[in-house]
C-alpha cells in the first residue's frame, strides 16, 4: 500500500522560512512526477510546484524565486523548501506523485496534508 507522507508545516511569521518534505513508501517500483499543492479557505486546491522524473521544474507564478523543490530519489522524496512567506501563502499544502507498484500500474497519490500558517 503506498503511502505519502508529509511533514514539515507550522506557524510562522512573514518573511521566515519553511522546509516540507514527503516521504513516499509502500512497494514502490518508480516514481514519474511529484508537486505541491495547497488549498486556502474557501479555494480551490492549486499546485505550487512540480518536478519530473529528470528534475525538471516548474513553479506558479505567486511562488517564483521564493520556493524550491527538489526530490531524492534514493530516498522517494520530494522537498519543498519556501522562504521569503507570505501570509497569503496560508493554505494546508498537499504532496502528490505518480507511483509505479510491483502489482499496481502508474496512477497519483496523495498525502494527507500539512498546515502552513504565515502571520503578518
Known amino acids: 500500500q503506498v503511502q505519502l507522507v508529509e511533514s514539515g508545516g507550522g506557524l510562522v511569521q512573514a518573511g521566515r522560512s519553511l522546509r516540507l518534505s514527503c516521504a513516499a513508501s509502500?512497494?514502490?517500483?518508480?516514481?514519474?512526477?511529484m508537486g505541491w499543492y495547497r488549498q486556502a479557505p474557501g479555494k480551490e486546491r492549486e499546485l505550487v510546484a512540480h518536478i519530473t522524473s529528470g528534475g525538471r521544474t516548474s513553479y506558479i507564478d505567486s511562488v517564483k524565486g521564493r520556493f524550491t523543490i527538489s526530490r531524492d530519489n534514493a530516498k522517494n522524496t520530494v522537498y519543498l523548501q519556501m522562504d521569503n512567506l507570505k501570509p497569503e501563502d496560508t493554505a494546508v499544502y498537499y504532496c502528490?506523485?505518480?507511483?509505479?507498484?510491483?502489482?499496481?500500474?502508474?496512477?497519483?497519490?496523495w498525502g494527507q496534508g500539512t498546515q502552513v500558517t504565515v502571520s503578518s
Open positions: 509502500g512497494g514502490i517500483f518508480s516514481i514519474n512526477y
Open positions: 502528490n506523485a505518480e507511483i509505479g507498484t510491483v502489482v499496481v500500474a502508474f496512477r497519483p497519490y
